[in-house]
Structures are given as structure tokens and as C-alpha cells.
């Protein structure tokens, strides 16, 4: 949704008959046509090194959860759900947290492992599975990574 142009592209593709589904980190409060929008909010741990990245870590920390942008797409859309990649559990507490914010119920919540290699996903699949399942939301795994590895554009 970066692209101003999104939108145009989005309403063409419906027109033709696509099921479209857009995934957004939810930052940018801009009403594009889908079918599903996929809302993938930051984790604090996601901010870049301040020391190695400082201009990129101030922007990601002031960007990175606008809560009541989130609020607004998910009210006009025609489905959505919200979408983490969680690395360990230290990101338990914040997605709960997330989730409480934005009210939405657990059902549309979707938690997928952290992982560039499917040993590493497999690793995180085993503590994962247990606490998402307790809470009730979805368990997903990352099968671009499964099908194609750790590549750029998957």
C-alpha cells in the first residue's frame, strides 16, 4: 500500500474477477479495494540496530504501530486478519497485548514461526503450535520459505 498507484491496480483486478488479497504492515490509512486484507503489525524486536541503522530504527520505532490506522482498515474491510511472525516467546506478551488494542477475536488472529530454513521453522513449530492453540487464535506456517527457501520475493 506504499504505492499511491496500489489502489488504482487493486480496482483493475477486481474488475477482471481476482480474489485479492493485500498484506499491509497496517501503517498507511489508505482505503484499497480486497477481498481480505491482511494486517502484519512490527514486534518491537523488528526494529532495526539504532547503531547500525539509525535514521531506519527511529522511523520503524515512531511507524510501526499506529494502532488506530490498524483500527480504521479493519473497520472497512470486507474481511480481514491480523497476521505475526513471532521469533520467541518474548513476543507473546506484545501480540497480546496488540490483539487486546485492536479487539479483534482470536479466531482472525493467524501466528506463524520465525524461520529462514524449514529446520528452523520445524525448531519453533514445537513451542509455538502449544501456546497459539491455548490461545485460541490460528496456526499458519510459512510456505514460501518451505517451497522456495529464504529468497527475495516469495
Not at 489508505?30 to 481480505?36: A, E, K, N, S, V
Not at 531506519?56 to 491480523?82: F, G, N, V
Not at 530454513?117 to 496456526?139: C, H, I, P, Q, S
Request: glycine fraction near 4%; hydrophobic fraction near 35%; charge should be negative.
Amino acid at each position: 500500500m506504499l504505492s499511491t498507484d496500489s489502489t488504482a491496480l487493486c480496482q483493475r483486478l477486481q474488475s477482471e474477477g481476482f480474489h485479492l488479497t493485500v498484506e499491509t504492515a497496517g501503517t498507511i490509512d489508505r482505503q484499497t479495494p480486497c477481498d481480505l486484507l491482511s494486517i502484519s503489525p512490527k514486534f518491537k524486536s523488528s526494529t532495526p540496530d539504532a547503531i547500525q541503522h539509525p535514521k531506519w530504527s527511529k522511523l520503524h520505532a515512531e511507524r510501526r504501530m499506529p494502532i488506530d490506522t490498524m483500527r480504521r482498515l479493519i473497520d472497512s474491510a470486507p474481511d480481514y486478519q491480523i497476521k505475526f511472525v513471532v521469533d520467541s516467546p518474548e513476543d507473546y506478551d506484545e501480540l497480546l497485548e496488540i490483539t487486546e488494542q485492536l479487539t479483534v477475536p482470536a479466531d482472525s488472529v493467524w501466528v506463524m514461526p520465525q524461520g529462514s530454513t524449514n529446520e528452523a521453522m520445524d525448531a519453533a513449530a514445537k513451542w509455538l503450535k502449544k501456546w497459539v492453540e491455548k490461545e485460541g487464535f490460528r496456526y499458519c506456517d510459512r510456505m514460501q520459505i518451505r517451497w522456495y527457501g529464504n529468497r527475495r520475493g516469495t
